[in-house]
């Protein structure tokens, strides 16, 4: 008997692993989250950690521009980290320049209830639009 594990049975496995990437910056007046990568029921746990480490923040800014899909359940993570967010008296706003994202916030209702821009700047500009 041997230890070594057959190499024809691990070729490809590192592939199937989906990956996510979430940096996290601190500027003067919000915190930008930049999750890279597909933000799924494979994914979404990371995410959601991500947004609720960061549900204490005045200002939270999420870049979805390095995100080529998400699914309900990628949907559903932001929405939750919105609600932690607000719950702390923060606000959150989205930068989105990915048409099929862009398209699926908007059909879904949920630019209606953050702002969801184009590019960071212009969503950096939209962050406490609302409160006062």
Same mark, same amino acid.
């Given at each position: 008997?041997t230890?070594?594990q057959?190499?024809a049975?691990?070729?490809?496995?590192?592939e199937? $692993?989906? =990956?996510?990437?979430?940096? !996290?910056?601190r500027h #003067?007046d919000?915190? @930008?989250?930049?999750?890279? &990568?597909?933000?799924?029921?494979y994914?979404?746990?990371q995410?959601?950690?991500?947004?609720?480490?960061l549900?204490?923040?005045s200002? $939270?800014l =999420?870049?979805?521009s390095? !995100?080529?899909?998400? #699914?309900?359940?990628? @949907?559903?993570?932001?929405? &939750?980290g919105?609600?932690r967010?607000?719950e702390n008296?923060?606000?959150?706003?989205?930068a989105c320049?990915?048409?099929a994202?862009t398209?699926?916030l908007?059909?879904?209702?949920?630019?209606r209830?953050?702002?969801v821009?184009?590019?960071v700047?212009?969503?950096?500009l939209?962050?406490?639009e609302?409160?006062?």
């Open positions: 008997m230890d070594k057959d190499p049975a691990t070729v490809g496995r590192a199937e $692993v989906p =990956v996510l990437e979430i940096s !996290v910056e #003067d919000y915190v @930008l989250c930049r999750p890279a &990568g597909e933000l799924d029921a994914t979404v746990a995410f959601r950690e991500a947004l609720t480490e549900a204490d923040e200002y $939270v =999420v870049d979805l390095d !995100v080529p899909f998400m #699914d309900s359940a990628g @949907l559903g993570a932001l929405i &939750g919105i609600r967010a607000r008296d923060g606000d959150v706003a989205v320049n990915r048409p994202l398209r699926l908007h059909t879904t209702g949920f630019d209830i953050v702002p821009r184009e590019t700047e212009e969503a950096v939209a962050l406490g609302d409160a006062g």
